[in-house]
């Protein structure tokens, strides 16, 4: 049998995946829900235990993941997590908690919470975190939430513009608008950094703050970063710093030390907890002192060496349930008592050796649109000896059939070909090494056998789709998938 097949195409009639006993407590007449009962038939697949078994296994070996090889993608810092995170999850009662527990039965949970707050607080030198939200962007959204209200609380009502480098993350524009704030772009300068003149130019009474990520989306170091964050302060806006680079910080620059007064972290990203299909993640955003009333409830606080649950009065609300994934949570605690602050100190420095090596061994065979050391990524613009025009994409897809995940490609948007590597702290010198010898060899085939290229990959179950029919046209579910066939 072919285990290729969807799902539904291995249903057969009456097959079942499981046999129930009969209830030995008494039965309920429910009549009275009658008319709440389902009356159309539910049309799931019909399979025995072991086909669907086989199924989803087959389905999984398709993926790629950080646990199947080389994953490099650049500004995602696809490190490893360690299983020791996921073995606290699973053999401790963490996961049996209910969120409306009385507070008493759950002190050793707030106070997981309460040590993880405090731990960020120490890296990042801000004071205060929450860790209410659910991934980066939420992040975003909540420290320019509590931005805004800044702002609003002083009556300072003309300040709603944020500055923006353009070579940002998409979030960051979007979070602000998703905020009801007005985007202002500023350029880069040719060095890959903020444009301190085009700073100076749109700096006003209008603007509440900058939203900044140090090292920049092109993995460069803001060495500007002082009279950055002065001259935003000074013309009365906060600086907000996108912690998704934080890795590369590690043990070696605070944010708040560098100016910022909000910010958020990615969880999922820094602190080896599991990118996971897109979630859960979570998105802790932290606060200088003169903040910290308004983040969002619920709080935990803790008196003498009791742990308890506060809602403040001036916070922005509520943003997520309860207290965020705490699961999520309790994976980064572990890493971040795991590693120690010995071992978490050398974390950025290892990962930026890495992207820099990385950098060293392919600048004969990639163009390097920005000259100096990276920090914990590398752009690379596309092929440096390059006679038959083979693309960036080109490139990525044939890495797949080297049994490589691609690395994060046309992103940063300002070179037409980039390629973005991330190689995290967390590979051996061999593998990084394995990836610079492909790299090479996809170079020397671009120029022998650029069809080869052309019509990678050749070796993964589906070969090149139609990228933006996809993404315009999903296809969710089996009913989906047959209309889609009968319109074909
Ligand atoms: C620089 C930067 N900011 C923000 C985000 C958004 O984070 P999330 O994907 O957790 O929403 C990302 C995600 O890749 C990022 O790289």
């Given at each position: 049998?072919?285990?290729?097949?969807?799902?539904?195409?291995?249903?057969?009639?009456?097959?079942r995946?499981?046999?129930?006993k009969?209830?030995?407590?008494?039965?309920?007449?429910?009549?009275?829900?009658?008319s709440?009962?389902?009356?159309?038939?539910?049309?799931?697949p019909?399979?025995?235990?072991?086909?669907?078994?086989?199924h989803?296994?087959?389905?999984?070996?398709?993926?790629?993941?950080?646990?199947?090889?080389?994953?490099?993608?650049?500004?995602?810092?696809?490190k490893?997590?360690?299983?020791?995170?996921?073995?606290i999850?699973?053999?401790?009662?963490?996961?049996?908690?209910?969120?409306?527990?009385?507070?008493?039965?759950?002190?050793?949970?707030?106070?997981?919470?309460?040590?993880?707050?405090?731990?960020?607080?120490?890296?990042?030198?801000?004071?205060?975190f929450?860790?209410?939200?659910?991934?980066?962007?939420?992040?975003e959204?909540?420290?320019?939430?509590?931005?805004?209200?800044?702002?609003?609380?002083?009556?300072?009502?003309?300040?709603?513009?944020?500055?923006?480098?353009?070579?940002?993350?998409?979030?960051?524009?979007?979070?602000?608008?998703?905020?009801?704030?007005e985007?202002?772009?500023?350029?880069s300068?040719?060095?890959?950094?903020?444009?301190?003149?085009?700073?100076?130019?749109?700096?006003?009474?209008?603007i509440?703050?900058?939203?900044?990520?140090?090292?920049?989306?092109?993995?460069?170091?803001?060495?500007?970063?002082?009279?950055i964050?002065?001259?935003?302060?000074?013309?009365?806006?906060?600086?907000?710093?996108?912690?998704?680079?934080?890795?590369?910080?590690l043990?070696?620059?605070?944010?708040?030390?560098?100016?910022?007064?909000?910010?958020?972290?990615?969880?999922?990203?820094?602190?080896?907890?599991?990118?996971?299909?897109?979630?859960p993640?979570?998105?802790?955003?932290g606060?200088?002192?003169?903040?910290?009333?308004?983040?969002?409830?619920?709080?935990?606080?803790?008196l003498?060496?009791?742990?308890?649950?506060?809602?403040?009065?001036?916070?922005i609300?509520?943003?997520?349930?309860?207290?965020?994934?705490?699961?999520?949570?309790?994976?980064?605690?572990?890493?971040?008592?795991?590693?120690?602050?010995?071992?978490?100190?050398?974390?950025?420095?290892?990962?930026?050796?890495?992207?820099?090596?990385?950098?060293?061994?392919?600048r004969?065979?990639?163009?390097?649109?920005?000259?100096?050391?990276?920090?914990h990524?590398?752009?690379?613009?596309?092929?440096?000896?390059?006679?038959?025009?083979?693309?960036?994409?080109?490139?990525a897809?044939?890495?797949?059939?080297?049994?490589?995940?691609?690395?994060?490609?046309?992103?940063?948007?300002?070179?037409?070909?980039?390629?973005?590597?991330?190689?995290?702290?967390?590979?051996?010198?061999?593998?990084?090494?394995?990836?610079?010898?492909?790299?090479?060899?996809?170079?020397?085939?671009?120029?022998?056998?650029?069809?080869?290229?052309?019509?990678a990959?050749?070796?993964?179950?589906?070969?090149?789709?139609?990228?933006?029919?996809?993404?315009?046209?999903?296809?969710?579910?089996y009913?989906?998938?047959?209309?889609?066939?009968?319109?074909?």
């Open positions: 049998m072919s285990y290729d097949k969807l799902i539904f195409e291995l249903s057969k009639e009456g097959r995946a499981y046999s129930l009969k209830a030995s407590y008494p039965q309920y007449d429910i009549n009275d829900l009658a709440n009962l389902r009356t159309i038939e539910l049309n799931l019909e399979v025995s235990e072991l086909d669907c078994v086989r989803y296994t087959n389905i999984s070996k398709k993926n790629f993941g950080v646990e199947n090889g080389f994953y490099p993608l650049g500004s995602c810092t696809m490893y997590n360690p299983k020791i995170n996921e073995d999850v699973k053999t401790t009662n963490f996961a049996k908690l209910h969120p409306y527990q009385p507070v008493n039965t759950v002190q050793g949970a707030l106070k997981v919470y309460y040590e993880l707050q405090k731990s960020l607080s120490e890296i990042s030198g801000l004071e205060e929450s860790l209410n939200p659910y991934a980066g962007a939420h992040g959204l909540i420290g320019l939430m509590v931005m805004k209200e800044y702002h609003l609380s002083r009556k300072d009502f003309k300040r709603n513009k944020v500055i923006i480098p353009d070579s940002a993350h998409g979030t960051n524009p979007a979070s602000t608008v998703v905020c009801g704030m985007v202002v772009e500023i350029k300068n040719a060095k890959g950094m903020v444009d301190v003149e085009s700073l100076k130019s749109v700096l006003s009474d209008e509440a703050g900058m939203m900044l990520t140090n090292p920049n989306t092109l993995g460069i170091f803001e060495s500007d970063i002082c009279e964050t002065k001259l935003v302060h000074d013309a009365g806006g906060l600086m907000y710093y996108d912690g998704a680079n934080l890795n590369a910080m043990g070696k620059v605070k944010p708040g030390e560098m100016g910022f007064d909000i910010m958020h972290i990615n969880l999922h990203k820094t602190f080896s907890t599991p990118h996971g299909g897109g979630g993640g979570d998105g802790p955003v606060v200088k002192d003169f903040l910290k009333k308004f983040l969002p409830n619920p709080q935990v606080k803790k003498d060496d009791y742990y308890y649950i506060a809602n403040e009065a001036d916070a609300g509520r943003i997520s349930s309860f207290f965020g994934n705490f699961l999520v949570e309790l994976r980064a605690y572990s890493y971040i008592l795991n590693l120690g602050k010995e071992n978490l100190m050398q974390v950025g420095g290892f990962a930026t050796l890495n992207a820099n090596y990385v950098r060293e061994c392919l004969e065979d990639y163009i390097l649109p920005i000259k100096g050391y990276c920090m990524e590398v752009v690379f613009d596309g092929l440096l000896d390059n006679p038959n025009d083979i693309k960036t994409l080109d490139v897809k044939r890495l797949l059939d080297y049994g490589m995940h691609a690395p994060t490609i046309y992103f940063p948007l300002l070179f037409h070909q980039a390629i973005m590597i991330e190689p995290t702290e967390t590979e051996s010198l061999q593998t990084i090494d394995e990836f610079i010898q492909v790299m090479k060899q996809i170079a020397k085939e671009a120029k022998e056998d650029p069809e080869l290229l052309r019509s990959p050749l070796s993964t179950p589906i070969s090149r789709s139609d990228e933006v029919f996809a993404a315009k046209h999903m296809i969710f579910s009913r989906d998938y047959l209309e889609y066939i009968s319109n074909k």
